[in-house]
């Protein structure tokens, strides 16, 4: 089994949505404790698990190993009502700006997707040809894309409570972040189904390989990484990610309405950051859905190997492929993610047992 190495803790300066302005210093030992001192300081009702913990930057923190990677004395903010999350647009003053507030200050809240797709979808070729046009005048012929370190180009860097010294470094750990998100959801859903002793240790089991190989792969931050290997990265060596498509196609098949060859569906978050905050609505999808069909399928299997007479060992490398490799993975931008069900990607079932 693999574990976790935990320290004493570390201070934090957290503010709640509601007034970021508002911060108080908070040490904890670890995310729950984070939590329940957050509620305590802050007077909040409810029950603290129910808080959701962001970077400014709007990257959630959902588990130990990553807030572990937060720096001392980063600035935390805790979302307090996910249903009331509210968007402070005062500060917009174009549409771009509009489009990053609905981005940043939604970064880890369930409700962005909506509310962006809403955005982009009224009148959405006069706008994505704005947000694009912005994007590329902002770093005309590539002056700032090829730059790397904080000291280079410290505009890129700006709101951001990391220790990254490099823009790979802080895309490595963005792309750790969204697999670790992908454990941690897997795993609540998991928890919530009633199981029997002798299958809830075959999910056990199946989560703690889960964890030792992502150990082992480093969460898979080389996805999002353009000096990482080319069969690893996403991207090419600029740092250039295209959209893959639609789950059931085989590439993006985004065509401009105006038949301008500029607005395609692809973008560099290394180029400036206002293209590493727009990064953040373009989405890691599961071709195989994770919640309708891959833990399902997880928990079925755990579900027959128990009621077999003869030992039945469950596939957790298929498993582990699909929820968190490019096996089943697919980046697209977030027009062309689809939220409605991928019928016709379904589980294996001949692949469930070894």
Not at 98 to 122: A, C, I, K, P
Request: charged share 30%; aromatic share 10%.
């Amino acid at each position: 089994m693999c574990l976790g190495m935990n320290g004493p803790g570390k201070g934090f300066r957290v503010a709640l949505d509601s007034n970021l302005n508002h911060r108080k210093g908070i040490f904890a030992a670890d995310l729950m404790d984070l939590k329940t001192k957050t509620t305590q300081r802050f007077k909040l009702r409810g029950k603290p698990e129910k808080l959701k913990v962001l970077l400014e930057d709007g990257t959630e923190i959902d588990d130990e190993d990553y807030l572990e990677s937060v720096p001392a004395q980063s600035r935390i903010v805790v979302v307090t009502d996910v249903r009331e999350k509210t968007v402070p647009l005062h500060h917009a003053e174009n549409l771009f700006d509009h489009f990053l507030s609905l981005v940043r200050w939604n970064g880890g809240v369930d409700t962005v997707y909506q509310e962006v797709l809403q955005f982009m979808r009224e009148d959405f070729t006069n706008k994505y040809s704005q947000i694009s046009k912005r994007l590329k005048s902002r770093d005309k012929l590539g002056e700032k894309t090829k730059l790397s370190r904080r000291e280079e180009d410290p505009d890129w860097f700006q709101d951001l409570s990391t220790g990254a010294k490099t823009k790979e470094e802080f895309m490595f750990r963005n792309s750790q972040s969204r697999i670790r998100g992908y454990l941690s959801r897997a795993d609540s859903q998991l928890k919530e189904t009633k199981l029997t002793k002798k299958e809830g240790e075959m999910l056990t089991f199946v989560l703690d390989h889960f964890r030792c190989q992502l150990k082992k792969n480093g969460f898979h931050g080389q996805f999002f990484h353009r000096a990482s290997d080319s069969l690893d990265r996403i991207c090419d060596e600029d740092g250039l990610f295209k959209c893959e498509g639609r789950y059931a196609e085989s590439s993006c098949s985004y065509v401009s309405e105006c038949g301008d060859s500029s607005e395609v569906h692809e973008i560099n978050p290394y180029s400036s950051r206002e293209a590493r905050i727009l990064f953040s609505t373009w989405n890691l999808d599961h071709v195989i859905e994770r919640s309708r069909s891959i833990v399902p399928s997880i928990i079925e299997a755990a579900k027959l190997a128990a009621k077999s007479q003869k030992h039945r060992q469950i596939n957790v490398d298929y498993f582990y492929s699909l929820m968190f490799t490019r096996t089943n993975l697919r980046l697209v931008h977030i027009v062309c993610h689809d939220k409605q069900e991928h019928a016709t990607a379904k589980c294996d079932k001949k692949m469930y047992f070894k």
